[in-house]
């Protein structure tokens, strides 16, 4: 295996260490103050989209060491072994081509030889096929009545994405038609849909790339069993179909494999809203939106492959991330979108970030001594000011902040998005600003407090200012930008990823759990399982059955 030098042991890790200790007595509001055109310098535009990244404790210098950094861990000829089908994913001796899926030019991208645009293309004509004939009623259900219930069965990336983009998109839904998911093992999942939908009209959609995941076959079988006991065994043909690469686990599950939608290995499941895995997209807001969303994040695909890393969104994104978690010891980060339909990407941006690069072993197979994924949390604002944002404003942690803020709403109703957009403004210019405690001495004298209330209340009225954050403006979401928005973070992850020296596209950190439970369940069930388990586990499981019992 060839071995690098670690990143963290090279010259110019070393050069932004001490470079970020310069960085102690520098305020962000001076530095806007010296240059009137640091919004400008600090900022990137592709298409609709801008990214202003001058709310960062950054210098012309920082942003020449860290791309110094980039170009020294071969930032650009990892990118473009990715788009070329190498095996990057060297763990499970996979490529990573989820941008395959949006190659819009189908050009070939050769796995093994072997060209992988024409089954992909042929996928995505057969959710064509399939969404149209559903949404037009011509695929009907057993009984003969058109399905307009459209439940996602699945779990992680076979949810979260289909999840974030049909509420993100939700102004383009077929008017008749109603989406449902479930995800979690708790039968309140299961149960809370049953109780809405009807069978005669319903679709359920087995989302799993293995189709072995406990929960979604667990999950499947319940609602393949309310489904016969409505309908009878005849009706499964026309009221489930499958996503999945494992067609034998499919058929054993009882469903035909004509009804299956398949995708490859190449795609992980945190990528994978693109693949057959976004069908209950493609059902709802139909075909042309859904790739419309594919053109999206192929534009953005297109930038990142060849923008120069200096002007390179995801990049410039990456190196920011690992400037202030790996330098600053800003170990979170928070995504707000303000936008009401964008509420879910917080947590689907939580997979991607962190179930790709939450690892502690580099790719040369060492253990690594430096930060990875940061902890990434957040929520639609302004909701979420009335929340966290106390922390992010005077906590003793910073927390870098992403803002996303389509400039037009869908619901232009009288002047709430204008509120919307002077709170999100607001937020980031306060969170660098700051007010030093003599201003804030200064308000409250004009609010005519005595000096001794002045003197008590001045720190606690103050914020230090200086938090970092990122502004990203899109006109609107529709489905090009919300294609955009995403293929941006997951190429902004990917570098990330690069820089630590980490395999970002598997997930074997999500095993051990999986196992455990296994071996718990049938103690529960009153059977023994032979494991040993520690005190205080034992304890719980003889508690929980004797509150069972
Ligand atoms: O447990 C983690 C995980 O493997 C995710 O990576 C994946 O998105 C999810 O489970 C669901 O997996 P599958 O699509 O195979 O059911």
Redesign the pocket.
């Known amino acids: 295996m060839f071995m690098r030098k670690e990143v963290d042991k090279t010259r110019i890790w070393k050069k932004l260490e001490k470079h970020c200790k310069s960085f102690r007595k520098v305020e962000m509001r001076d530095l806007f103050q010296k240059n009137p055109q640091r919004a400008e310098k600090f900022r990137l535009n592709l298409e609709n989209m801008t990214v202003d990244y001058s709310k960062n404790r950054i210098t012309e210098r920082t942003m020449k060491y860290l791309l110094t950094l980039a170009k020294e861990r071969h930032v650009a000829e990892k990118i473009e072994e990715m788009f070329t089908g190498e095996k990057i994913n060297i763990t499970e001796n996979r490529a990573v081509l989820h941008i395959a899926l949006r190659n819009r030019s189908k050009d070939p991208i050769y796995v093994d030889g072997k060209n992988v645009m024409p089954e992909i293309e042929a996928v995505l004509a057969k959710m064509r096929h399939f969404s149209e004939a559903v949404r037009l009623g011509t695929f009907k259900g057993h009984t003969g009545k058109k399905l307009t219930n459209i439940v996602n069965i699945?779990?992680?990336?076979?949810?979260?994405g289909p999840k974030m983009a049909l509420e993100a998109l939700k102004k383009y839904w077929a008017k008749d038609m109603n989406v449902y998911f479930i995800s979690n093992i708790d039968g309140t999942a299961c149960a809370e849909v049953l109780n809405k939908i009807d069978p005669e009209t319903t679709l359920f959609i087995v989302?799993?790339?293995?189709?072995?995941?406990i929960?979604?076959l667990t999950n499947a079988k319940t609602c393949r069993k309310w489904l016969v006991d409505a309908l009878g065994e005849h009706a499964v043909a026309k009221h489930f179909v499958a996503v999945?690469t494992n067609k034998k686990e499919v058929e054993k599950f009882g469903i035909d494999p004509e009804n299956m939608f398949e995708f490859w290995d190449f795609v992980?499941?945190?990528y994978?809203m693109w693949s057959a895995?976004g069908l209950s997209i493609a059902l709802v807001v139909g075909m042309d939106n859904f790739e419309k969303m594919l053109d999206g994040a192929y534009a953005m695909d297109k930038h990142f492959r060849n923008a120069p890393l200096a002007e390179n969104i995801p990049v410039i994104l990456a190196l920011l991330g690992v400037w202030y978690n790996d330098f600053f010891g800003m170990k979170t980060q928070a995504v707000i979108p303000y936008d009401q339909y964008l509420q879910y990407l917080p947590a689907y941006l939580q997979?991607l970030d962190m179930?790709s690069n939450g690892k502690f072993v580099s790719l040369d197979n060492k253990y690594i001594k430096y930060a990875t994924a940061p902890v990434l949390f957040g929520g639609a604002g302004t909701d979420v000011q009335h929340s966290f944002f106390q922390m992010m404003h005077q906590g003793t942690s910073v927390v870098p902040c992403d803002f996303i803020v389509p400039a037009i709403s869908h619901n232009e109703i009288g002047n709430h998005h204008e509120i919307l957009l002077a709170n999100v403004l607001a937020q980031g210019e306060a969170l660098m600003r700051g007010k030093t405690v003599k201003e804030a001495a200064a308000e409250l004298k004009k609010a005519g407090k005595t000096p001794e209330e002045i003197k008590f209340l001045k720190k606690f009225k103050s914020f230090e200012g200086n938090r970092p954050s990122n502004t990203i403006v899109v006109k609107k979401v529709d489905p090009y930008s919300l294609g955009m928005l995403v293929a941006m973070y997951e190429h902004k992850v990917f570098v990330e990823g690069v820089i630590w020296n980490i395999n970002s596209f598997d997930?074997m950190g999500?095993?051990l759990g999986?196992q455990m439970a296994l071996s718990i369940l049938p103690e529960l069930q009153n059977s023994a399982s032979g494991i040993l388990h520690d005190s205080s586990t034992n304890a719980l499981i003889n508690l929980i059955k004797k509150l069972r019992n």
């Not at 699945?154 to 979260?160: F, K, M, N, Q, R």
């Not at 989302?207 to 995941?213: I, N, P, R, Y």
């Open positions: 699945g779990i992680g990336g076979s949810d979260l989302s799993s790339k293995t189709f072995t995941t929960e979604t999945s992980g499941g945190r994978s895995i997979q179930e997930q999500v095993e999986k």
